[in-house]
């Protein structure tokens, strides 16, 4: 699949004509997290329309679709709900105080966000490991999956039931002919857009045959909303009045905002790199990080709930040929365009159609190379990749890329831990030399103690750490407490190969190691502890 997708070549064709199948598939999906959140439907179609346009246009990759997300849907349920408790306890005359909340908390959330633009953390990003990516990518096509399952259920007296009989036959005939184009069409021509020609085709089928299905219409009125239609975005004037500004308000959305621009970050720069495997190109972490927390801003000013990167809408955006910020753009104002236009439009396409592309997502973006190579490579990693997997299923994206890297660094530790060794040498002189081999570092310092044999070493000993990295200042104060022993013990050591980093620390712990500490004209030079400014 993503061979398919690396052969296209940017063009504003195919970045508009992508930007709309784009457009017509985050209708139902921000509908669908707005519902979740417990919002009007205009509320998550805003937050589309506003953070897809503002991130396409000033964001760090281009051709990446940002959109209302589930990931942030589930924690604004919560949210709004303990909002409009505080507003009934204050007895306050605005209905829906926790839609005002939801507004303060986003405009939190994306001032955080901008700090960690800012501040340069977007580029950490990077070090995450690739089990982890891997996890990342099959746990967010299993719920992909999963969600779109929820299209073959329908309503019946408030109660949701499966689809059964020909109504099912209907539904799943008309998802597999969404499929069947989307693989089929471009082998015969790549001119027309797969997608939208789908979209198309399966709406015509539905109106001809005048079939009884879901559609994008009946979906949002099933959930209790009115209708696609609504007016431009207005600027939320009574945030300002009606939510009380005090220290006793931020403590209420502080841990929501910091949840929600945790989650936000995350998502959208592990499927930034995703794009950039897919099209082989790189974006800019940090400047993507400023454009999230602007869009954030703006959209929470005019009655959206916030947002984050879409990994489905951007696949579906470069699986249509959509590379630059153009399809983005076209996408957002293509959806503004369907809510004050378009409505009566768009309501005819079958929820069946917008299935079948999810679904093609699912394919495109699980990584099944990884079914192949799990027996395969290190039992630690597929633990991870495993782990990772199932946690976004169970739990959410922020959960499951934090417990990944804590086991990623846990593992590399143990590993590294066990890796230091240090070959004894006796000189003619009689001096002993250990030569260290292998990092020296908080998780191997107890490893390290355990090779000198201090009893029955002689009187005089060298330390060589020619082949041996001291990572940390746990590292330091081994070598210290190693010095101090041999001292106690009346036998002179001395230490060699330690790099200017090393001896200067160890130097200003205590003015002894000058005479210590031996100078060659090859010791090694790197900091103790990495200046993070080194990654840039």
Same mark, same amino acid.
Request: net charge neutral.
């Given at each position: 699949?993503?061979?398919?997708?690396? *052969?296209?070549?940017?063009?504003?064709?195919?970045?508009?004509?992508?930007?709309? +199948?784009?457009?017509?598939?985050?209708?139902?999906?921000?509908?669908? &997290?707005? !519902?979740?959140?417990?919002?009007?439907?205009?509320?998550?179609?805003?937050?589309?329309?506003?953070?897809?346009?503002?991130?396409?246009?000033?964001?760090?990759?281009?051709?990446?679709?940002?959109?209302?997300?589930?990931?942030?849907?589930?924690?604004?349920?919560?949210?709004?709900?303990?909002?409009?408790?505080?507003?009934?306890?204050?007895?306050?005359?605005?209905?829906?105080?926790?839609?005002?909340?939801?507004?303060?908390?986003?405009?939190?959330?994306?001032?955080?966000?901008?700090?960690?633009?800012?501040?340069?953390?977007?580029?950490?990003?990077?070090?995450?490991?690739?089990?982890?990516?891997?996890?990342?990518?099959?746990?967010?096509?299993?719920?992909?999956?999963?969600?779109?399952? =929820?299209?073959?259920?329908?309503?019946?007296?408030?109660?949701?039931?499966?689809?059964?009989?020909?109504?099912?036959?209907?539904?799943?005939?008309?998802?597999?002919?969404?499929?069947?184009?989307?693989?089929?069409?471009?082998?015969?021509?790549?001119?027309?857009?797969?997608?939208?020609?789908?979209?198309?085709?399966?709406?015509?089928?539905?109106? =001809?045959?005048?079939?009884?299905?879901?559609?994008?219409?009946?979906?949002?009125?099933?959930?209790?909303?009115?209708?696609?239609?609504?007016?431009?975005?207005?600027?939320?004037?009574?945030? &300002?009045?009606?939510?009380?500004?005090?220290?006793?308000?931020?403590?209420?959305?502080?841990?929501?905002?910091?949840?929600?621009?945790?989650?936000?970050?995350?998502?959208?720069?592990?499927?930034?790199?995703?794009?950039? /495997?897919?099209?082989?190109?790189?974006?800019?972490?940090?400047?993507?990080?400023?454009?999230?927390?602007?869009?954030?801003?703006?959209?929470?000013?005019?009655?959206?709930?916030?947002?984050?990167?879409?990994?489905?809408? =951007?696949?579906?955006?470069?699986?249509?040929?959509?590379?630059?910020?153009?399809?983005?753009?076209?996408?957002?104002?293509?959806?503004?365009? !369907?809510?004050?236009?378009?409505?009566?439009?768009? /309501?005819?396409?079958?929820?069946?159609?917008?299935?079948?592309?999810? &679904?093609?997502?699912?394919?495109?973006?699980?990584?099944?190379?990884?079914?192949?190579?799990?027996?395969?490579?290190?039992?630690?990693?597929?633990?991870?990749?495993?782990?990772?997997?199932?946690?976004?299923?169970?739990? @959410?994206?922020?959960?499951?890329?934090?417990?990944?890297?804590?086991?990623?660094?846990?593992? !590399?530790?143990?590993?590294?831990?066990? *890796?230091?060794?240090?070959?004894?040498?006796?000189?003619?002189?009689? +001096?002993?030399?250990?030569?260290?081999?292998?990092?020296?570092?908080?998780?191997? +310092?107890?490893?390290?103690?355990?090779? &000198? @044999?201090?009893?029955?070493?002689?009187?005089?000993?060298?330390?060589?750490?020619?082949?041996? *990295?001291? =990572?940390?200042?746990?590292?330091?104060?081994?070598?210290?407490?190693?010095?101090?022993?041999?001292? *106690?013990?009346?036998?002179?050591?001395?230490?060699?190969?330690?790099?200017?980093?090393?001896?200067?620390?160890?130097?200003?712990?205590?003015?002894?190691?000058?005479?210590?500490?031996?100078?060659?004209?090859?010791?090694?030079?790197?900091?103790?502890?990495? @200046?993070?400014?080194?990654?840039?």
């Amino acid at each position: 699949m993503f061979e398919l997708i690396r *052969r296209r070549t940017s063009s504003m064709k195919n970045d508009i004509t992508s930007g709309i +199948t784009v457009a017509l598939a985050l209708v139902p999906e921000a509908v669908a &997290f707005s !519902f979740v959140a417990g919002v009007d439907p205009l509320v998550g179609l805003y937050a589309a329309f506003i953070v897809g346009l503002i991130t396409a246009t000033f964001g760090g990759r281009p051709g990446m679709i940002s959109g209302a997300t589930g990931a942030l849907a589930v924690v604004m349920v919560s949210l709004v709900k303990e909002g409009n408790a505080l507003g009934m306890a204050m007895e306050h005359p605005v209905a829906e105080m926790g839609l005002q909340y939801l507004f303060a908390t986003v405009i939190l959330m994306g001032i955080i966000q901008m700090a960690a633009g800012a501040f340069k953390l977007g580029k950490f990003i990077r070090l995450i490991p690739h089990p982890v990516m891997l996890g990342f990518v099959n746990g967010l096509a299993i719920v992909i999956f999963l969600s779109q399952l =929820s299209m073959f259920k329908t309503m019946d007296a408030g109660i949701s039931h499966w689809l059964q009989g020909p109504e099912f036959i209907t539904m799943a005939g008309l998802v597999m002919a969404t499929m069947a184009i989307m693989v089929f069409l471009p082998k015969i021509t790549r001119k027309i857009p797969a997608a939208l020609t789908a979209i198309l085709v399966v709406t015509l089928l539905t109106l =001809s045959l005048d079939l009884d299905v879901a559609t994008v219409g009946s979906f949002i009125r099933d959930g209790g909303g009115e209708g696609l239609k609504g007016g431009l975005p207005l600027f939320q004037t009574q945030l &300002f009045s009606t939510i009380p500004w005090t220290m006793d308000t931020l403590t209420f959305i502080f841990p929501y905002a910091f949840i929600l621009a945790g989650i936000g970050i995350i998502e959208s720069l592990l499927t930034l790199n995703l794009l950039d /495997e897919i099209t082989e190109s790189r974006g800019n972490s940090n400047r993507e990080c400023m454009a999230q927390g602007a869009a954030n801003i703006v959209t929470a000013l005019f009655g959206g709930m916030g947002g984050c990167a879409m990994i489905g809408q =951007s696949i579906i955006n470069v699986n249509a040929g959509g590379r630059g910020r153009l399809s983005g753009i076209t996408a957002a104002l293509s959806l503004l365009g !369907f809510i004050l236009f378009g409505s009566a439009y768009i /309501e005819l396409v079958p929820i069946a159609a917008l299935t079948g592309i999810m &679904f093609m997502v699912v394919i495109g973006t699980f990584a099944w190379s990884s079914l192949r190579i799990i027996f395969k490579i290190p039992k630690s990693d597929a633990l991870v990749l495993i782990s990772v997997s199932v946690l976004t299923v169970m739990f @959410d994206l922020a959960v499951a890329v934090f417990a990944g890297i804590i086991m990623s660094a846990l593992v !590399f530790s143990w590993e590294n831990a066990l *890796r230091i060794r240090a070959r004894k040498i006796l000189k003619e002189d009689g +001096t002993k030399v250990y030569e260290i081999w292998g990092p020296l570092f908080f998780g191997s +310092t107890k490893m390290f103690v355990s090779k &000198f @044999d201090i009893k029955g070493d002689p009187n005089r000993v060298e330390i060589d750490f020619a082949e041996s *990295r001291v =990572s940390d200042y746990s590292g330091i104060e081994a070598i210290s407490g190693i010095v101090e022993k041999y001292e *106690r013990a009346g036998k002179q050591v001395k230490l060699k190969r330690l790099s200017i980093d090393c001896k200067k620390l160890l130097n200003k712990a205590d003015a002894k190691y000058t005479a210590i500490i031996l100078e060659t004209a090859d010791d090694p030079f790197y900091h103790v502890v990495a @200046d993070p400014n080194s990654f840039d």
